[in-house]
């Protein structure tokens, strides 16, 4: 039997890997808004106060998990989700480094992540994204998300997304 390509673990979100996985995710957003609106990267200061004060410590159990995804062992993407309440997880950080895009790697952290929101109880998932990003607002209507009015107020949401989660044993 071949070894498998891609794992999907739960990571404690502080970890150096989950902390090098955050800072990758949040430059390459930061940088595609400020080039888009301000035709410049990201200021480094700027960059590194986001990363800290934004820790990932609400995607932590017991109401949140954060899972990174291994491509033949490397680490290479992560995402995470959070119960908002006793019904509703919203997704987030969904990130695949470039280099591993393309392989299968989004659609699997994606489906990880509906599981764990599963196990949290959540018979809902939520997210929001921007209008920049085509290729996550593609990658969630292929998964089946719908999108819907807004469930947050972030400043840089435009787009927000819901799906109902059916449950483990496809009845639900």
């Known amino acids: ?62 109401g949140g998990r954060l899972l990174v995804a291994r491509h033949k062992g490397e680490p290479a993407g992560s995402a995470g989700v959070r119960l908002l309440d006793a019904t509703t997880a919203e997704l987030t950080r969904v990130f695949l480094y470039e280099r591993m895009r393309g392989r299968g790697g989004a659609a699997l952290l994606v489906a990880a992540a509906e599981d764990a929101a599963r196990v949290l109880g959540a018979r809902h998932l939520v997210l929001d994204t921007r209008a920049d990003l085509v290729e996550a607002r593609a990658l969630y209507a292929r998964l089946g998300y719908t999108e819907t009015g807004p469930h947050n107020d972030d400043k840089y949401a435009e787009h927000w997304f819901r799906k109902t989660l059916r449950s483990s044993d496809g009845l639900g």
């Open 1 to 62: 039997m071949p070894p498998m390509t891609w794992t999907v673990a739960p990571e404690p979100f502080d970890s150096p890997i989950a902390v090098a996985l955050w800072r990758a995710y949040y430059t390459e957003v930061s940088d595609r808004w400020y080039l888009l609106h301000e035709g410049r990267p990201t200021d480094p200061g700027e960059l590194d106060r986001e990363v800290a004060t934004h820790s990932g410590a609400e995607l932590a159990p017991p």
